[in-house]
């Protein structure tokens, strides 16, 4: 009987302070604002690389345009990008030191496709004390089709491809935002199987037909 | 703006001639008379003849941007010859001209002031006057430049635009000493559609406001047109609409009033002023939106309102929690009031100096006259202590000089601040007095509702929803720290824990 009284009052007093900041300060506080930047059609020019093949960097030059049905989620209809590709010097040094055929190594010409971008984080960040800047952070799904082609100019070949990533935007005025995009196209192969082709982007993005 | 080159060929054509007579000194300023009798002063030498050519000298100084050569070159020149000669008041023009480009606008304001009373050269007149008017936008002697120019000047041959600002300014000083008719015959002079036109019934509708009991339709019309008038500054303009918003408060359109307030536009990231967040809150509070109402109370907890002096806000919390039913925060909100400004209100009981009391003191400070006596202090007080970093490229005359007329122009500046001083600090007294009987009584209340019997069967009274986020908004949880883009945006979700009877 001693050991429940005991237990009672300890249950008892531990209801009783954690009572205690509820009732001095009750209530939650948010800012609740309206959203400074929503965008609506989207026309995006990038530039980025290919950065995983040690043969070749590709140097990419892309034009997007997205639609966005909410504020959280985006359908990229179209993308193109050209890659101009530069030689590491491996290649030469494969070919010339251990007799490699060049048509095992294909390059990426260019590559078209689509994607939905979900936005689930959008957030606002401090320069220096002294200007709030607003961004958003979303991941990226959809498909690709690359041309592929070897370097000695031979016919470009066609390859489906699973395009996924990631991305940033940080919003510079109502109408122009900057777009990071780290994405990788998990190209799907006959002969070669499954392999990837990464890209990273930086693109000025025009948002325009904004209504507020 | 005019290149040097070319203000100088200006300048130049419009009069100083090069050749200048000998003639005896004039007379020092009437300041630097009276000076003698201040504190221990930098001796300075007997006024010696100068070389004509030193006006030239200190020109070519000034237009090749080395004012502290030309200003102790001017000065010489000024000392040296009679008020008569023709460049004399060029001499004062530039040397004015050169203090106040090294930061010493005071001493500046003297000489153009003399230049305005003196008249002696009717070419130099319009440009001293322009001058001064740019004096006006700062800090300054208000008795100096406002009433001893400005207020008194002859009319006759100015220019249109210089006019219209001495209309203005004499038509302010007539509403100051409570002399409508006399002010409305100014303002009828300036020209329709002019900034001073639309300062002028800015200050005519202050005025009546100041003098008439109770607020009017036509008064709202009135401010409200002024607020939307471009001509205005984004200052006036806000006050203009905080007047509206205070107009229909007192006539009891709330919501009126919240649309005025909202109407307010603040510079990107400015934190606004504390005044307004809590007549806004007042508004809301009001119309029953008590959520956004205790928002703003939160708002004035930030860092940047740390020092304001607003005790209703105590008061305005502790009603809040009182309508919600929450008897205990509602207790301790009216009771942060007291404890807050216990040291006032004993120096208030106590019947001492309100003026040694910090927080008074800095509230009364902080608006109206005394605000502008208190900033014109300061800056008489810097450039006071910048006087003396010039003391080596001055010469010991002038820095003498400037040192005396920066003694005496303080002192006077002190006395001027001290006098509105007190008289300010007392209705900050009365106001803190007022909040804290409120409070008494606030804590009375709470008390009987706290050991009120609840009846049998009382329910508790049910929550009401806190409104769903729309799609263009989007929320961000507080937790302590301040952003000034969202000081106007806080909401307080708070459930009402009353029994049987509704929140308000």
New interface residues.
């Given amino acids: 009987m001693r050991k429940f009284l005991v237990v009672l009052w300890l249950s008892h007093s531990a209801v009783a302070i954690a009572q205690v900041p509820e009732l001095e300060n009750p209530g939650t506080i948010h800012a609740v604002q309206e959203r400074e930047y929503r965008l609506n059609h989207e026309l995006a020019f990038g530039v980025g690389v290919l950065p995983l093949d040690a043969f070749y960097k590709g140097l990419l030059l892309q034009l997007s345009y997205t639609t966005h049905f909410s504020d959280h989620l985006a359908w990229q209809v179209a993308r193109g990008a050209y890659s101009y590709n530069v030689d590491t010097g491996l290649r030469k040094q494969l070919i010339r030191d251990f007799s490699v055929n060049p048509t095992a190594f294909e390059e990426v010409q260019y590559m078209v496709g689509s994607d939905i971008i979900w936005s689930p984080f959008y957030g606002k960040t401090a320069f220096l004390n002294k200007s709030v800047s607003h961004f958003e952070v979303f991941l990226i799904g959809g498909g690709s089709i690359l041309n592929l082609a070897n370097s000695t100019g031979g016919p470009g070949i066609f390859r489906p491809a699973v395009n996924f990533g990631l991305g940033a935007r940080l919003f510079s005025s109502k109408h122009l935002s900057y777009r990071l995009d780290l994405a990788d196209n998990l190209v799907v192969s006959k002969d070669k199987g499954i392999f990837n082709v990464p890209t990273i982007q930086l693109s000025a993005a025009i948002n325009f037909g904004v209504t507020e | 703006m005019l290149t040097p080159a070319i203000a100088l060929s200006a300048l130049l054509a419009a009069a100083p001639a090069t050749t200048i007579k000998k003639s005896a000194p004039p007379p020092l300023p009437a300041d630097a008379k009276t000076s003698k009798e201040a504190a221990p002063q930098p001796e300075a030498k007997p006024v010696s003849k100068v070389d004509p050519k030193i006006f030239d000298q200190a020109l070519e100084d000034y237009f090749d941007g080395n004012q502290k050569r030309a200003a102790a070159k001017f000065f010489a020149y000024v000392e040296a010859t009679a008020q008569t000669e023709e460049n004399y008041a060029w001499a004062q023009f530039f040397l004015a001209k050169s203090l106040i480009d090294l930061g010493l606008r005071h001493a500046g304001g003297l000489y153009l002031a003399k230049i305005a009373r003196e008249r002696g050269n009717p070419a130099v007149l319009p440009r001293a006057l322009d001058e001064l008017r740019s004096l006006t936008e700062v800090p300054h002697d208000e008795r100096m430049i406002d009433e001893q120019v400005f207020g008194s000047l002859d009319l006759a041959f100015l220019p249109d635009e210089t006019s219209g600002f001495v209309h203005y300014h004499q038509g302010l000083w007539d509403l100051r000493v409570g002399s409508e008719r006399w002010a409305l015959l100014h303002f009828a002079k300036l020209k329709e559609g002019s900034v001073e036109a639309s300062r002028a019934k800015f200050a005519v509708l202050v005025t009546r406001l100041k003098e008439h009991q109770g607020a009017t339709q036509q008064m709202v019309d009135d401010f409200l047109e002024l607020a939307n008038d471009e001509k205005l500054s984004r200052e006036t303009r806000n006050e203009s609409m905080l007047a509206v918003a205070r107009l229909r408060y007192e006539l009891k359109d709330f919501q009126g009033a919240l649309d005025a307030y909202e109407k307010v536009q603040l510079p990107p990231?400015h934190p606004g002023r504390a005044t307004l967040y809590l007549e806004e809150a007042w508004s809301r509070y009001q119309l029953g939106q008590i959520h956004a109402a205790?928002?703003l109370l939160?708002t004035l907890d930030a860092p940047v309102f740390r020092d304001e002096f607003v005790p209703d806000k105590y008061l305005l919390r502790a009603m809040i929690?009182k309508d919600l039913c929450?008897y205990?925060?509602a207790k301790?909100a009216a009771k942060e009031l007291t404890r807050r400004f216990a040291d006032s209100l004993e120096v208030i009981r106590d019947r001492e100096d309100l003026t040694k009391d910090p927080r008074l003191k800095r509230a009364a400070s902080a608006q109206g006259a005394t605000q502008r006596a208190f900033k014109f202090l300061q800056s008489i007080t810097l450039e006071g202590e910048r006087v003396g970093r010039y003391a080596g490229s001055f010469g010991e005359r002038l820095y003498a000089h400037l040192t005396k007329l920066y003694d005496l122009a303080h002192a006077e500046a002190q006395r001027n601040y001290d006098e509105r001083l007190n008289e300010s600090v007392r209705a900050e007294a009365d106001k803190l007095l007022r909040a804290a009987e409120q409070v008494r009584l606030m804590e009375y209340e709470v008390g009987l509702k706290l050991y009120e019997r609840v009846k049998r069967g009382a329910k508790l009274v049910t929550p009401e929803e806190d409104p769903e986020?729309a799609?263009?908004?989007?929320?961000?949880?507080?937790d302590g720290e301040y952003?000034?883009?969202?000081l106007r945006?806080?909401?307080?979700?708070?459930?009402s824990r009353c029994i049987e009877e509704a929140a308000r």
């Fill in positions: 990231l205790m928002g939160t929690y929450h205990l925060p301790r986020l799609g263009s908004q989007v929320a961000y949880k507080f952003w000034n883009d969202e945006d806080y909401r307080v979700s708070l459930k």
